[in-house]
């Protein structure tokens, strides 16, 4: 099939998603068109049957904002009638969903096929954004609209029904991992620009964008604690409005020499690879794709029982889940894990083979290839 996809290019869930759903389709035979306002988070070297296609939005004196939504469909317009698309996909309701609509509309109006338009949802944009009164009618009248809705989790599902009042069916598609590359790896001696001389320090890590939701202070606190217990040192993957929050607690608790901020990474594998213990304290999560990756490279996660994160993690068994607040437990199940080996490794263990069973490429991607194939039916 030829297939369109619109993501947004920047450091989240959504974005990551999208292209590693573009590069696996393209290797599976389908021709792939991703289109975002510049080159994709993780879209990486040249792969045969994946293209880009960069969204240029102008600025006009009379426009006090850009239009982003018009350039956005108008993009899509044109390689849907260059590449006669057989499916849009829109990850992110706002405004993909939207730009699928107008898209499908202006190409079916010129007497030509038009395209299907499916769209995944991701989180925030249902349970953040989509829900504010400014946008809400919009969103869950595109979402109504779309030929097939996914969601990634069964509870961002719930979720879109009771804050939008959709009424539609959305099929649940989780989100995946390439497991052959997401996958523990021998990185030589990278452990030791981190941790020194001290053999017996842990390495304890935090992948987000740093926004507000993702409870930065909480996972200064909960590592406070840990390191007061054992030794250890915390890798800070990411960028966004929260790093600050991270500076200044590492400096109001003595422990900045332990914290190593490492910016935004595209290869996060070699780092999770080193890594001891993954923190996700955040206050609301529809999936946990972070913790995903740092499950399949065997690191044990200690997450907030939000959203869908126990769809993806069994407590006690695959991780270790706690509510939001409990800063506390949170801090005694990493020791946990940290100073029992045996414990350590059967977690790792079973959270290696929960993504390999449940959530690995080979599984899922059918599941959209499938979806495809019934619109275009």
């Known amino acids: 099939?030829?297939?369109?996809?619109?993501?947004?290019?920047?450091?989240?869930?959504?974005?990551?998603?999208?292209?590693?759903?573009?590069?696996?389709?393209?290797?599976?035979?389908?021709?792939?068109?991703?289109?975002?306002?510049?080159?994709?988070?993780?879209?990486?070297?040249?792969?045969?049957?994946?293209?880009?296609?960069?969204?240029?939005?102008?600025?006009?004196?009379?426009?006090?904002?850009?239009?982003?939504?018009?350039?956005?469909?108008?993009?899509?317009?044109?390689?849907?009638?260059?590449?006669?698309?057989?499916?849009?996909?829109?990850?992110?309701?706002?405004?993909?969903?939207?730009?699928?609509?107008?898209?499908?509309?202006?190409?079916?109006?010129?007497?030509?096929?038009?395209?299907?338009?499916?769209?995944?949802?991701?989180?925030?944009?249902?349970?953040?954004?989509?829900?504010?009164?400014?946008?809400?009618?919009?969103?869950?009248?595109?979402?109504?609209?779309?030929?097939?809705?996914?969601?990634?989790?069964?509870?961002?599902?719930?979720?879109?029904?009771?804050?939008?009042?959709?009424?539609?069916?959305?099929?649940v598609i989780p989100n995946f991992l390439d497991c052959g590359i997401h996958r523990r790896q021998d990185v030589g001696d990278l452990r030791t620009r981190f941790v020194g001389g001290d053999r017996d320090a842990r390495i304890v890590i935090h992948i987000s964008n740093f926004r507000p939701v993702k409870r930065i202070d909480a996972v200064m606190a909960v590592f406070d604690r840990i390191r007061k217990k054992v030794p250890a040192h915390l890798l800070l993957v990411g960028d966004g409005p929260e790093l600050g929050t991270a500076y200044r607690m590492a400096r109001q608790l003595g422990i900045a020499p332990l914290v190593h901020s490492l910016g935004a990474q595209e290869e996060v594998v070699p780092l999770l690879s080193i890594a001891?213990?993954?923190?996700?304290?955040?206050?609301?999560?529809?999936?946990?794709?972070?913790?995903l990756e740092a499950m399949a490279c065997e690191v044990p996660v200690v997450?907030?029982?939000?959203?869908?994160?126990?769809?993806?993690?069994?407590?006690?068994?695959?991780?270790?889940?706690?509510?939001?607040?409990?800063?506390?437990?949170?801090?005694?199940s990493g020791v946990r894990l940290l100073s029992d080996p045996k414990l350590h490794r059967a977690v790792a263990s079973r959270a290696c083979a929960r993504v390999r069973n449940e959530f690995g490429a080979e599984t899922i991607v059918p599941m959209y290839e499938k979806c495809y194939e019934s619109v275009v039916a």
């Open 303 to 332: 997450a907030s029982r939000v959203g869908g994160i126990p769809e993806v993690i069994e407590h006690g068994i695959s991780g270790f889940l706690h509510a939001p607040e409990a800063v506390d437990e949170m801090a005694e």
């Open 1 to 171: 099939m030829n297939i369109g996809i619109i993501c947004y290019a920047s450091v989240g869930g959504s974005g990551i998603v999208a292209t590693e759903l573009g590069k696996a389709l393209a290797k599976r035979g389908h021709q792939v068109h991703v289109i975002s306002t510049e080159t994709p988070f993780r879209l990486g070297e040249f792969q045969a049957g994946l293209s880009f296609h960069q969204v240029l939005t102008p600025t006009y004196p009379l426009f006090r904002e850009p239009q982003y939504l018009l350039s956005l469909s108008n993009k899509v317009v044109q390689v849907a009638r260059e590449f006669s698309l057989d499916v849009i996909h829109a990850h992110y309701a706002i405004p993909h969903a939207t730009a699928g609509f107008l898209s499908r509309a202006v190409v079916g109006a010129h007497g030509r096929k038009a395209p299907k338009v499916v769209t995944t949802l991701h989180g925030t944009d249902i349970t953040l954004v989509g829900s504010d009164p400014s946008y809400s009618e919009i969103v869950a009248f595109s979402i109504e609209q779309s030929d097939r809705v996914t969601a990634v989790s069964n509870s961002l599902r719930a979720s879109t029904y009771e804050q939008l009042g959709v009424k539609r069916e959305i099929e």
């Open 276 to 291: 001891d213990l993954f923190l996700l304290p955040s206050a609301q999560e529809s999936f946990g794709l972070a913790a």
